[in-house]
């Protein structure tokens, strides 16, 4: 199983320019995130997936789109990306079990925005 | 809303010595307590969760729900433990759909 994979692994983008971060799962899981890693900040959440066709909000969605594509990918989309949107992204699948659940990591999309 | 606090962004001890990283949450309904690890230039991983009370690579944390605290500890530190540290709550309820509140993090270091 490779687990979680995110593409690309570093981009840089100039502000203005659109770009999608992808990321696939193969373990079957139902749910699926997306955060971003700030310094200082720890990692907050843009959007989640709970299920197949289904996507909701984070703590943090302004800027992003998201797409479910289906159960092994959840895309993330930056329509204008600023530099504010300079961060760190990790994808994350969860699976919940009897002794309680636990949240799979990607390793990481470095972005820059100049 | 929940919150969780990590109050140290760097932490500093010496191999061999006791090492214990602060977590505190605030939180109304019934919370699951993580902590995550991430090496250097390694994704995240999970290092310890509440439900289970156990130990993994010498590492404890016990909820302390008067104190709304989930502090880590480790008696020896070790330099491979050289990470950053996220302590994570997650609302166990059956709405929240598994998301996590991530604090700040800690960056422990050990010196040999």
């Known amino acids: 199983n490779a687990g979680v994979t995110q593409t690309p692994k570093f981009q840089v983008l100039k502000t203005g320019q659109s770009m999608t971060l992808q990321c696939a799962q193969d373990?079957?899981?139902?749910?699926m995130y997306w955060y971003r890693q700030d310094p200082g900040m720890g990692l907050r959440l843009i959007y989640y997936?709970?299920?197949?066709?289904?996507?909701d909000k984070g703590e943090v969605p302004n800027g992003y789109n998201v797409s479910r594509l289906n159960k092994r990918e959840f895309s993330l989309r930056l329509e204008s990306a600023a530099p504010s949107q300079t961060s760190v992204y990790f994808c994350?699948?969860?699976?919940?079990?009897?002794?309680?659940?636990?949240?799979?990591f990607g390793p990481g999309t470095r972005l820059t925005v100049t | 809303a929940q919150r969780v606090t990590q109050p140290e962004k760097l932490l500093s001890v010496f191999k061999g010595a006791p090492v214990e990283l602060k977590c505190n949450y605030s939180?109304?309904?019934?919370?699951?307590l993580f902590w995550y690890v991430q090496y250097s230039r390694q994704r995240l991983q999970l290092l310890l969760r509440?439900?289970s009370r156990e130990s993994i690579k010498g590492f404890t944390a016990d909820l302390n729900k008067g104190e709304t605290s989930f502090h880590l500890k480790k008696p020896f530190a070790q330099e491979e433990d050289s990470a950053m540290y996220y302590c994570a709550l997650m609302d166990a309820g059956g709405t929240s759909y598994g998301k996590l509140t991530f604090g700040q993090g800690t960056i422990l270091t050990v010196h040999p």
């Open positions: 509440h439900i």
């Open positions: 939180y109304s309904g019934s919370p699951e």
């Open positions: 373990m079957n899981h139902n749910s």
């Open positions: 994350a699948s969860r699976v919940k079990q009897r002794g309680g659940s636990e949240q799979y």
């Open positions: 997936s709970a299920s197949e066709g289904t996507t």
